[in-house]
């Protein structure tokens, strides 16, 4: 599932787009690795504290950024 904004936009599908190349790249590589791990965790995967719960972020940094991509996890 994705967010639409209140104007339609599908701000998910929107988000790699903006990113650079090298970013996209290095994102998409981080995707491929956590799809084939059972057990996602730090550093590249951290649960949202608080009420929250169920929410995490996939966390990666590319072309001196930090990047957070947040979601929640469906079993």
Known sequence: MDYMSPQGR???ADWPARLL???QSDF???IQILAKTRQWKDPAFKYLKSQYQGMGEIRFTSERKEHRVIGFVVA
Do not use: S
């Open 28 to 30: 998409m590589a981080l």
């Open 21 to 23: 190349r090298q970013e």
């Open 10 to 12: 599908n701000v998910i």
